[in-house]
């Protein structure tokens, strides 16, 4: 048989395989079978076909994908709750067994090179027999929980460039309604209007934005003012001093700061004065104490060197005039902002409401104290979650643990009265996923439900009410984390009216792995001003990386060359550490 014959077989082979399925899909209504992945050569036919059957068959009959199966740590078929470690209950990525680990992490299902035990496409001698069609797995019942890929003792990500990395799977239904990446910040962004404003004492704004524009209500300085300790002059030097009993207050310490207006000063007359201080009228300059010399008895002053007018005077209105606009409305209330305020004459300032959060954290496996024990995981998210929260200007009225019951979720969010509810885990399609049939029957009208991106893309934002919004964050720690900067953040900067931080580039120092189609979200740290190195340890499950991250790189699909300039998502407490204090409000709504 000649080349061509083989080609022609393998042709009709596999189109009878595609064939099949597609009669099998189209009877069940189900139109993923325009994501199937075409071959471009007839060379591919067999290949694909067989990993088209993988997919089908982890998707449709709840089995393991075949060993050689590809796969991702945030597929749609993620489960409800974060994990750490080979004994979470759920996760982000369908089961697997050790040995498909394995392949997960030194592998690439995505790169030109196939691995070694998957013949590649122009290797004839290891092409699968093209007389025997590939027939569906039986069906299984689905799993009560699907359990957490073991992360690898080393990082998803390659150190050196050109080696393959981790690449997640494409699973159909995820691709037909995820929402790109920058797209989902826009409408989260866009989803709100900001909350009503309050006035609050100055003690307890900060964090929030002015809803109105800081106007000094006085001039600044009020008075013309020394700026240094010295002798307030009158004219060209030498200078006379008054004798101690003429000195001003009758104390022989000169004017101080915060007296009355001492007298004029006539020409060629110089008295103390301490900085601060309301400098005399007829005063022409101010000469520091380590410039001036007191001859003749302590009556005459001399100047060892030239001063000139006005010198060290800080003159009435320097700063602003009375009804000068300072702020305007928008700006955020910082520390400095308060210290402005009083100088201008402010008690109080208006400012938008601070968006009050609830947070909700699913899961029967989850431990609040102790070491992991009997296949339950430490909560990582509850205290994570809450001070997050706050430093993105949000008020945390209250962290609560949520079992899987969907009865206990309903009620759990039925009942908040905050502006956004936030839950962990469950927002996927996994038979302890509970977060899209609650929203269902609460009628929330759903937003966003999944996004192309990387950690994460289970996350969703939905409107629960008019002003009420829940965002589900994946139950992975990074994941959620992802979540929280791609959804929270431009929703609470909204409903807060706090400013966008101004968009930055950073050059990589290391060449970055992309996904074919997500974007991805990758912890850097800061190197030389405009350079940002990649870290290790950005699993999904993984906070270690992250928690020694100035911020995240935002990596476009297909990846970033070293050198190459990537967008940077600065970490709240690295661009203004606001609102950052511990969380007292956590509830009791689960067990320990």
Not at 40 to 47: H, I, K, P, T, V
Not at 241 to 246: K, T
Not at 256 to 263: M, N, T
Not at 363 to 377: S, V
Request: glycine share 10%; net charge negative; charged share 25%.
């Amino acid at each position: 048989m000649t080349d061509r014959d083989a080609d022609a077989a393998l042709d009709r082979a596999a189109e009878e395989a595609l064939a099949l399925f597609a009669d099998d899909r189209r009877t069940a209504g189900d139109r993923r079978e325009n994501h199937v992945r075409r071959p471009q050569r007839a060379s591919d036919l067999a290949e694909t076909v067989r990993w088209n059957v993988a997919d089908w068959a982890a998707e449709d009959w709840g089995g393991p994908a075949p060993h050689d199966a590809h796969d991702g740590a945030d597929s749609p078929s993620s489960s409800s709750s974060e994990s750490s470690g080979p004994e979470s209950g759920r996760s982000d990525g369908p089961a697997k067994g050790s040995s498909f680990n394995d392949e997960l992490f030194n592998s690439d299902p995505f790169s030109e090179e196939p691995p070694a035990d998957r013949p590649a496409p122009d290797d004839r001698s290891r092409r699968p027999d093209s007389s025997t069609k590939s027939t569906p797995p039986t069906k299984s019942t689905p799993p009560t929980k699907s359990t957490q890929p073991t992360e690898p003792d080393q990082p998803t990500e390659p150190d050196q460039p050109g080696q393959p990395a981790v690449v997640p799977n494409e699973a159909p239904e995820a691709r037909a309604h995820a929402t790109p990446w920058h797209a989902a910040r826009t409408a989260a962004a866009r989803a709100a209007q900001p909350l009503p404003s309050v006035v609050r004492p100055l003690g307890d704004a900060l964090g929030q934005a002015l809803a109105e524009p800081l106007a000094a209500l006085t001039d600044l300085p009020s008075f013309d003012t020394s700026a240094m300790d010295g002798w307030a002059v009158a004219g060209p030097g030498p200078w006379r001093l008054p004798s101690e009993d003429a000195t001003p207050e009758g104390s022989g310490t000169g004017i101080l700061a915060g007296h009355a207006e001492a007298a004029p000063l006539s020409d060629g007359d110089a008295v103390r004065i301490a900085t601060g201080a309301r400098v005399p009228p007829g005063a022409t300059a101010v000469l520091r104490s380590e410039h001036g010399k007191v001859r003749g008895e302590g009556r005459e002053l001399y100047a060892s060197r030239h001063i000139t007018q006005g010198q060290d005077i800080r003159p009435r209105g320097q700063e602003c005039r009375r009804g000068d606009a300072l702020l305007p409305a928008g700006a955020l209330v910082t520390p400095v902002v308060l210290g402005l305020a009083a100088a201008a004459g402010y008690d109080e300032l208006t400012v938008t409401s601070r968006p009050r959060a609830e947070v909700l954290v699913l899961g029967d496996e989850l431990l609040r104290a102790g070491l992991p024990h009997d296949g339950r995981i430490r909560d990582a998210l509850g205290p994570l979650l809450g001070p997050w929260l706050r430093a993105l200007g949000a008020e945390v009225v209250a962290t609560r643990h949520v079992g899987d019951d969907p009865e206990a979720l309903h009620t759990a969010v039925s009942a908040s009265t905050a502006d956004v509810v936030v839950t962990t885990g469950g927002t996927a399609a996994g038979p302890v996923d509970h977060v899209h049939p609650t929203l269902r029957r609460l009628g929330a009208e759903q937003l966003v439900d999944g996004v192309e991106v990387r950690p994460g893309h289970p996350m969703l934002l939905a409107r629960l009410a008019p002003g009420r919004y829940l965002v589900g964050l994946p139950g992975n720690p990074l994941a959620a984390v992802s979540g929280l900067l791609t959804l929270a953040e431009p929703l609470l900067r909204t409903l807060s009216a706090r400013p966008a931080p101004p968009p930055y580039r950073a050059r990589l120092t290391e060449a970055v792995q992309g996904h074919p189609v997500d974007t991805r979200l990758i912890p850097v740290v800061y190197q030389h001003g405009d350079r940002a190195r990649p870290l290790r340890f950005h699993g999904p499950a993984m906070l270690r990386g992250i928690a020694a991250a100035d911020a995240l790189a935002v990596v476009p699909p297909g990846g970033a060359d070293q050198g190459a300039e990537a967008e940077i998502l600065d970490l709240p407490w690295t661009a203004d550490g606001i609102g950052i204090s511990a969380d007292t409000t956590t509830g009791t709504g689960g067990a320990p």
